[in-house]
């Protein structure tokens, strides 16, 4: 599953030039936080019995907290993902607004300075 969301998003880096992966730190900033709290979560759930994950589903390779390399890349590819998704739609729907864009009001106070 990891492969196709890698072949269904990835290529918008190269069509749509979303950059994602050119400010990869940025978005590391972002999705390392996150990932670490599910990391975490999953690490307690799969110690305390509340799930396993399935041995003949993953390579076998185990990280830290006992969690499948799997894990890792699920948390790191998906987000990845996500942002290239939506930085390719900002890139078609020039109007479209995600909330991280300045206001009229600051712009007009940044060209005046």
Known sequence: MLGFTVLASFW????????????????????????????IWDSYAVSAGHWSFDQEQILGII????????????????PIAAIMTIEAVR???????VGDEMSDEIKKEIDEL
């Open 12 to 39: 918008l880096e190269i069509i749509y030039k979303v950059r994602v992966l050119a400010r990869f730190k940025r978005a590391l900033a972002a999705i390392l936080p996150v990932a670490a709290v599910f990391l």
């Open 63 to 78: 990280g830290p907290f006992d969690i499948p390399l799997e894990e890792y890349l699920f948390f790191l590819i998906v």
């Open 91 to 97: 890139r078609v729907m020039k109007n479209w607004s």
